[in-house]
């Protein structure tokens, strides 16, 4: 028999016999099945409310009577985003963000309603999901398994046996590799088991992110298998082989993440929302009130349109100049909401290009990286939702003024508020708004979620690399 395969069935075959072990198996098979479980409820869950709460607020929408178009402006209208099939895996940045946002003229709303269990203190270690057991709780059982694979050799005096044998030393450590190894299979079927149940039809090429998916968290799990056979083979006793592990662990897993966010957040700082707020009010008003036909902001439209049209006043215009400067005050307006809109997103992206920067001292920042992105998690989906909301937003709100351009003349609309007739007739027919289209959100495609997450993805083969050359040290170094 191959010595590698040797060595891995006589290390299962002591796994068997072992109570440590088979707690170990137990633990490990009990939480990523109990984590699949909870994460497919929660998500189910989630997705059902969002999916009924779209259908009420589309529902409400369409059903208003009839209305000036521009009380259909301010009146809104809500749009919720829905959830990735993936997200039964990893939730990201899911609960930390808001999933709905409010739609009305003249101003860009935050997403809100992001999950208030999500802001205890002990959620913030992570979410229950097959991810963050997989990320941080099966590497700490393997550890508790494996920690003494090689040590025990030595302790055991039964080193020199195996060396005697004509056994390797590489051999020998990648023999123990493959044993562990293969306990981190078993936690990875869940994950499996639950991608393809969630993928379904798999109408946006899911199925082939959780193939990446997959190879991921295979890589992963396989640099710290790696990482803790090498350690055995390099220190003398199990006690410190486990002392060492552990610091690793705290360090890779508790410690670096929260201080890579810490960082980001002082190396790239963000201004509040009261100053954006009042920098955003400033620049708005030195644009003008779109309300308002009088706006000083408003007399070189007035002029240019006058020419254009060769007419001498407003009232002569072959439409109704109010919806107009409604029309083109949107237009304004979205230009600079989208400009402190995009600003936001760039300083949120420098801030994770910080954070991700961490992964070079810690694989788990990687593997979150990679993992959020081929979920459809990452922060890249959530500006993703809130630039299509706003397209969304634009053109409704657009549609309206439009219809007040075109659907009433300006004197009515002057006097809509002072003569009932006129006010009847700048009241349109319902069914304009029943005509809107119900705000769907395509996904980001299967090749922008692999090309999110390749950086991340290069990151962990440089990382396996690290750990295979410890280990191949640690061969060279091994002694009875």
């Given at each position: 028999m191959n010595p590698i395969l040797l060595i891995a069935n006589d290390e299962l075959r002591f796994w068997r016999r072992s109570k440590l072990a088979w707690t170990v198996l137990t633990t490990l098979v009990v939480v990523s099945v109990c984590a699949a479980f909870v994460s497919n409820t929660e998500v189910s869950r989630r997705a059902q409310e969002r999916l009924a709460q779209q259908a009420e607020a589309d529902a409400i929408f369409q059903a208003q009577p009839d209305r000036h178009p521009h009380r259909m402006v301010h009146y809104g209208h809500y749009v919720y985003r829905t959830a990735s099939p993936l997200a039964v895996i990893d939730s990201g940045i899911n609960s930390m963000v808001g999933t709905s946002i409010f739609l009305e003229g003249h101003r860009q709303n935050t997403a809100t309603f992001a999950s208030a269990r999500e802001t205890g203190?002990?959620?913030r270690f992570g979410n229950f999901s097959p991810a963050f057991a997989l990320q941080s709780l099966v590497p700490l059982l393997l550890i508790i398994c494996g920690f003494a694979s090689?040590?025990?050799?030595?302790?055991?005096?039964?080193?020199?046996?195996?060396?005697?044998?004509?056994?390797?030393?590489?051999?020998?450590?990648l023999g123990k590799s493959l044993a562990l190894w293969s306990l981190a299979l078993l936690a990875l079927i869940p994950l499996i088991a639950l991608g393809l149940s969630a993928t379904g039809a798999d109408i946006f090429d899911f199925r082939q992110s959780l193939g990446g998916l997959t190879f991921g968290y295979l890589l992963y799990l396989s640099i710290w298998v790696l990482l803790i056979v090498g350690v055995s083979a390099l220190v003398r006793t199990s006690t410190q082989s486990l002392s060492v592990l552990l610091g690793v662990w705290i360090v890779s897993v508790v410690l670096m993440p929260r201080v890579a966010g810490a960082y980001a957040n002082a190396a790239a700082p963000s201004p509040t929302q009261i100053e954006t707020n009042l920098r955003l009010a400033e620049t708005m008003r030195s644009g003008g009130d779109s309300h308002d036909i009088e706006d000083s902001a408003f007399m070189d439209l007035r002029e240019r349109t006058l020419a254009e049209y060769n007419v001498e006043s407003i009232e002569e215009l072959p439409f109704n100049y109010r919806g107009f400067v409604a029309l083109r005050g949107e237009e304004a307006d979205t230009e600079v909401l989208n400009q402190f809109a995009e600003e936001r997103m760039v300083r949120e992206l420098e801030q994770k290009r910080v954070a991700d920067s961490f992964s070079a001292l810690s694989p788990i920042i990687a593997m979150r990286a990679f993992s959020m992105a081929l979920t459809g998690t990452a922060l890249q989906d959530h500006h993703h939702f809130l630039r299509a909301a706003e397209d969304y937003r634009y053109d409704m709100v657009q549609s309206f003024n439009r219809l007040q351009m075109t659907g009433m003349t300006l004197a009515d609309d002057l006097a809509r508020n002072t003569d009932a007739e006129s006010g009847r007739r700048t009241r349109l027919d319902a069914a304009a708004w029943r005509e809107m289209p119900v705000f769907e959100l395509q996904p980001l495609s299967h090749a922008q979620r692999w090309q999110a997450a390749s950086q991340a993805g290069f990151i962990m083969v440089l990382w396996l690399l690290v750990a295979f050359g410890l280990l191949l040290f640690a061969g060279r170094r091994l002694q009875a």
């Open positions: 203190l002990l959620s090689v040590t025990r050799e030595k302790e055991n005096k039964t080193l020199y046996q195996l060396i005697g044998q004509g056994i390797g030393n590489t051999s020998l450590l």
